[in-house]
C-alpha cells in the first residue's frame, strides 16, 4: 500500500500578526520571507530596503516638527533678524518642486512625504517674517497666492514638462537660496535667529534623504537635489557653530 503524500504546511512566523504593518510600511513579501521565515538576516538587498524604509520614515516624523523651533524662536522673540524673505521663497520654491514632481511620478510617500511638512511651516516661518517686519497684509497675501499655485500645480491642469522643469529648478533655487542666508550672516556678524536645532536636523535629514532617494526612486535628479542641499545647509551648519557666542545684542554693543 502506497502511503499517501503529506502536503507541506506553510511556514509561520511569530511576526506574523505584524506582517501587514511590516509590509505596508518597511519591505516588500519578499523580504519579510527571507528575514522571519529563512531567518537569513544578512540578505544585502532587503537590509538596503529595510534601512531605507526606516530612515524615510523617521526623516517624514522628524520633519513635523523640524521647523517648530525656529517658529518658536522667531515669535518668543517676536522679530524675524537675521532670517531672509528672499531665501525662505527661493526654499519654498524647491520644497514644493519636489512634492510635485514626486507625486507625479507617484513616488512612494516614505521618500518625499516630509516635503509636505516642511512646506507647512516655512510658509509659516515666511508668513512670521512678513508680520514681524509690518507686513501682516502682505504676509496673508502671500498665504493666500501660495497655496493657491499649489493648488493649480497639483492639478491635472498642469503638464507634465512645467512639473519637470520645478523639480530641475530646485538645484539653482537650493544654491541662490542658501547662499543669500549665509551672505546675510555674514554681513550680520551673527545667525540672529536662525535655530540651531532646526538648522541641524535639515542638514542630517538632507544627508539621509541621498541614501533613500537612491535606494527608493533611483531618480538621479531627486538625488542629486539632496547632495547639493546638504552641501548647502551644511554651510550653514558651520556658520551656526562659527558665530555661536555671537549675537545681535553682543554686535550693536560691540559697535
Request: hydrophobic share 50%; net charge neutral.
Amino acid at each position: 500500500m502506497v502511503s499517501p503524500v503529506m502536503e507541506e504546511l506553510p511556514k509561520t512566523s511569530v511576526l506574523d500578526p505584524l506582517k501587514g504593518l511590516l509590509l505596508t510600511y518597511f519591505m516588500p513579501e519578499s523580504c519579510y520571507d527571507e528575514f522571519f521565515l529563512n531567518f537569513n538576516f544578512l540578505d544585502v538587498p532587503c537590509l538596503k530596503i529595510v534601512l531605507s524604509k526606516g530612515l524615510g520614515i523617521g526623516i517624514i516624523l522628524g520633519s513635523v516638527m523640524v521647523k517648530l523651533p525656529q517658529i518658536l524662536k522667531l515669535m518668543g522673540a517676536k522679530s524675524a533678524e537675521g532670517l531672509s524673505f528672499n531665501s525662505v521663497l527661493l526654499e519654498l520654491l524647491a520644497i514644493t518642486g519636489t512634492m510635485a514632481y514626486s507625486i507625479a511620478n507617484s513616488f512612494p510617500f516614505s521618500a518625499w512625504g516630509e516635503a509636505l511638512f516642511l512646506m507647512l511651516q516655512t510658509v509659516a516661518i515666511g508668513f512670521l517674517i512678513m508680520h514681524y517686519g509690518g507686513n501682516t497684509v502682505k504676509g496673508v497675501l502671500f498665504l493666500v497666492v501660495y497655496f493657491g499655485l499649489v493648488a493649480l500645480l497639483l492639478s491635472p491642469v498642469t503638464p507634465m514638462p512645467v512639473v519637470m522643469a520645478m523639480q530641475a529648478s530646485n538645484m539653482p533655487a537650493i544654491i541662490i537660496g542658501r547662499l543669500i542666508q549665509v551672505v546675510t550672516n555674514y554681513h550680520n556678524g551673527h545667525t540672529g535667529q536662525l535655530s540651531a536645532i532646526t538648522v541641524l536636523m535639515l542638514f542630517a535629514g538632507s544627508l539621509a534623504r541621498i541614501f533613500t532617494s537612491i535606494q527608493e526612486t533611483g531618480d538621479s535628479l531627486m538625488a542629486l537635489t539632496y547632495v547639493i542641499s546638504s552641501s548647502c545647509n551644511g554651510l550653514i551648519a558651520a556658520q551656526l557653530l562659527y558665530y555661536w557666542k555671537s549675537s545681535p545684542a553682543l554686535k550693536k554693543k560691540t559697535e
